[in-house]
């Protein structure tokens, strides 16, 4: 299976901050990868897939990057909003892997 | 709109049985990929497994931690995905979630989610 590693599991950031997770895969996964928000309560919502393709609707500050086994997400300006948990997961092959989250907190 | 509305949810003993359904509407279901992802209290998601549409063979894809015991299954004339769960163990405790791209699309990442149904095991 690919292991997918997220760092740093936790993050502490102010509004206005710009911010990256970093998510690394043990094997190339070319560019299958999205990533998703998750706040408590509430189902997953993806905003990045392919890497770097923005989902319809979803703000423009939320970025990825990356191809191969490192990948990121930037949100450039952090808004109230993001406070959130972020997953990325690969759908390169089976079985469908997430990262273990990393939780963004304000400071 | 598309909507997914999971429903079967409860508390199972160990051992036991469960089937969760996922009702769908708002798209073409007959001809789209869906797939269960789970969540442990506090933990991360899993994917639990996949059924391609019928026109694409019908077929179904699941990790090694529910291989065997997990049977995703569908019918299509009422909209309708099925989560079959046997042999429960405590750790199968999480919510469920079924998940979808849409009609012909057989990407392996999701856009649409239901709301999620709390499975419990629990003697």
């Known amino acids: 299976d690919i292991q997918m590693t997220q760092s740093p599991s936790t993050l502490s950031a102010s509004v206005g901050d710009r911010v990256t997770i970093t998510c690394r895969a043990s094997?190339?996964?070319?560019?299958?990868l999205a990533w998703y928000q998750q706040k408590p309560g509430k189902a997953p919502k993806l905003l990045i897939y392919k890497a770097s393709s923005l989902e319809s609707g979803v703000q423009s500050r939320f970025s990825g990057s990356g191809s191969g086994t490192e990948f990121t997400l930037t949100i450039s300006s952090l808004q109230p909003d993001d406070f959130a948990t972020y997953y990325c997961?690969?759908?390169?092959?089976?079985?469908?892997?997430f990262g273990q989250g990393t939780k963004l907190e304000i400071k | 709109e598309v909507q997914l509305v999971e429903s079967g949810g409860g508390l199972v003993k160990p051992g036991g049985s469960l089937r969760l359904s996922c009702a769908a509407s708002?798209?073409?279901?007959?001809?789209?990929?869906m797939s269960w992802v789970r969540q442990a209290p506090g933990k991360g998601l899993e994917w639990v497994g996949r059924?391609?549409?019928?026109?694409?063979?019908?077929?179904?894809d699941y990790p090694a931690p529910v291989k065997g015991r997990f049977t995703i299954s569908r019918d299509d004339s009422k909209n309708t995905l099925y989560l079959q769960l046997n042999s429960l163990a405590t750790e199968d405790t999480a919510v469920y979630y079924c998940t979808t791209r849409g009609a012909y699309d057989s990407s392996g990442y999701w856009g649409y989610w239901g709301q999620g149904t709390l499975l419990t095991v629990s003697s």
């Open positions: 997961q690969q759908y390169n092959g089976y079985p469908y892997t």
């Open positions: 094997q190339s996964i070319s560019i299958w």
């Open positions: 059924i391609k549409s019928k026109t694409d063979g019908g077929t179904t």
């Open positions: 708002g798209f073409s279901f007959s001809n789209a990929w």
